[in-house]
Structures are given as C-alpha cells and as structure tokens.
C-alpha cells in the first residue's frame, strides 16, 4: 500500500506564502513525476507544476515566476512553495504522485487534498 500525505495549506492573505508538502510512504519501487493540481471554485482541477525524475519542471503560466516545485528522491517528498499569492490561487491543492511498486506496477496516486485561501 502507498499512501499520499500533504500537508502545508492554510489561510494567507495575498502577497504571502505557504510551502506545500506531500510524503509517499509505503512499498515504492520507483517514483516517477510528482506534480501540484489545484480545484478552484467552480473550474475544473488543473495542472500546478510537474517535476520529472530527472528534475525537468512544468508549470502553469499563471504561477510561472511565483511557484517553485521541487523534489526530495531520499524522502520521497515534492513541495510547492508559493510566493506573491493571490486570490484567484485559491482552491484545493491535490499532489499528484506516479510511483511503482514490485507488486502492483506503475500507478497514479493522489493525495487528499489541502486548501488554500488567498483572502485580498
């Protein structure tokens, strides 16, 4: 069994920051890209960022400049750090995790999901 745990959402005014965390834990053979989605009210869940295994990053062109994603191999972590938030970042941050295990292959895992509010 693997599991996704995040953590690091909260309630920031905008021009703040918040530092999002997600450990897998369990019987991982190999993690392949790790990413950040969000939920806005209203919208469909979109892609953040994505990190590669070989650190190749991807983000959206709204928080280009403003996010950071990175990686912890050894702990099996992403991270998104936020900066300069703003209101319309708001939403339910979902870390997205393909990883594989011996027994069950290649497998997209999600973690529950932490909220994030940008008050103006």
């Known amino acids: 069994q693997v599991t996704l745990v995040e953590s690091g959402g909260g309630l920031v005014q905008a021009g703040g920051s918040l530092r999002l965390s997600c450990a897998a834990s369990g019987s991982i053979d190999r993690i392949g890209v790790m990413a950040w989605h969000r939920q806005a009210p209203g919208k469909q869940r979109e892609l953040v960022a994505a990190i590669t295994s070989t650190e190749s990053t991807n983000y959206a062109d709204s928080v280009k400049g403003r996010f950071t994603i990175s990686r912890d191999n050894a702990k099996n972590t992403v991270y998104l750090e936020m900066n300069s938030l703003k209101p319309e970042d708001t939403g339910i941050y979902y870390c997205?995790?393909?990883?594989?295990?011996?027994?069950?292959?290649?497998?997209?895992?999600w973690g529950q999901g932490t909220q994030v509010t940008v008050s103006s």
């Open positions: 997205y995790v393909n990883a594989r295990t011996i027994v069950t292959g290649w497998k997209n895992l």
